[in-house]
C-alpha cells in the first residue's frame, strides 16, 4: 500500500462516526431494594461466607475496640493512615494508655529508607476506612487516598476495615449514582468481598497468597 492510498483511509475512518451506543436499561438494578435494617444483616452473611470476620462496635467505642482485637489477637502492629478523621480517633485513643499494640503511622513514601522493610516484615495489620457497602453481592468500597494508600489493605496479613453501617448501599449501580462517580471517578476505587484467595488446577484454596489472609470489619452501629 503507497503512502497516498493509506492516508486516504485514514482520513476515512478518522471522518466516520462511530455508530451511537445503545440505550441502557437499568431497570433490572433499581429494582433491587431492600430496607435499610436488612441491608447490613444480609452484607455480613454474604461476606461471612468467604471467611470475611466482623467486629461489631459503636461510633464511640471503635478505636478502644480495634485496640482491644489487636492485644486479643497477639497482634503487635498496626499501620494506618495519618491525617484523616478516623486516623485522629485512632491516635487519641492510643495515648490514652501505653504498652500494647504499637500504632504506626503510614508517613514515609515506600521508596524512603526502610519503609518497604517496615511494611513487609514488620507490620501485622494494616487499617482503613471504606465509603461503605454493598448489600446486594456483599462487599466493601475502598477509595485508597494519599492518605490511605492501596498497599494499607494489600501487604499486611490483616487488613481492619472500619464500616459505617448506614452507608450500606443497595447495589453498586446505587452507590456509583448516590455518589456521583460519573462526575469524578476514584483512581483505583476496590470492592473487597474478604479476605485474599487463590485455587490452583487442583482445586486447593489458598488464603492470603496475593493480600491479606484475615479480613476484619469493623462494623459502627450508630443510633439512627
Not at 18 to 44: G, I, N, Q
Not at 49 to 65: G, H, I
Not at 150 to 170: E, F, G, Q
Request: aromatic share 8%.
Amino acid at each position: 500500500m503507497n503512502e497516498g492510498a493509506r492516508e486516504r483511509i485514514l482520513r476515512r475512518l478518522s471522518a466516520a462516526r462511530p455508530p451511537a451506543a445503545p440505550p441502557s436499561d437499568f431497570d433490572v438494578l433499581a429494582k433491587k431494594e431492600w430496607p435499610r435494617p436488612a441491608r447490613y444483616p444480609r452484607l455480613r452473611f454474604q461476606m461471612e461466607s468467604v471467611r470475611a470476620e466482623f467486629l461489631e462496635t459503636t461510633e464511640a467505642a471503635w478505636p478502644a475496640s480495634v485496640r482491644k482485637f489487636l492485644a486479643t489477637e497477639k497482634l503487635s502492629t498496626m499501620l494506618y493512615g495519618p491525617g484523616t478523621a478516623a486516623a485522629e480517633r485512632l491516635e487519641a485513643e492510643w495515648r490514652l494508655s501505653e504498652g500494647g499494640p504499637r500504632l504506626v503511622p503510614y508517613d514515609r513514601p515506600i521508596e524512603t529508607g526502610d519503609s518497604k522493610r517496615q511494611l513487609f516484615d514488620e507490620m501485622d495489620a494494616g487499617f482503613t476506612t471504606t465509603r461503605g457497602g454493598i448489600a446486594d453481592t456483599g462487599g466493601l468500597i475502598l477509595w485508597p487516598t494519599p492518605q490511605e494508600p492501596r498497599l494499607l489493605s494489600l501487604v499486611p496479613p490483616v487488613h481492619i476495615a472500619l464500616l459505617d453501617t448506614r452507608t450500606i448501599y443497595n447495589t453498586f449501580w446505587e452507590a456509583m449514582r448516590s455518589e456521583g462517580w460519573a462526575s469524578g471517578m476514584p483512581a483505583n476505587a476496590l470492592l473487597v468481598s474478604g479476605p485474599s484467595k487463590t485455587a490452583d488446577i487442583e482445586q486447593t484454596l489458598a488464603y492470603g497468597v496475593h493480600g491479606p489472609k484475615r479480613l476484619i470489619v469493623v462494623a459502627v452501629h450508630r443510633e439512627t
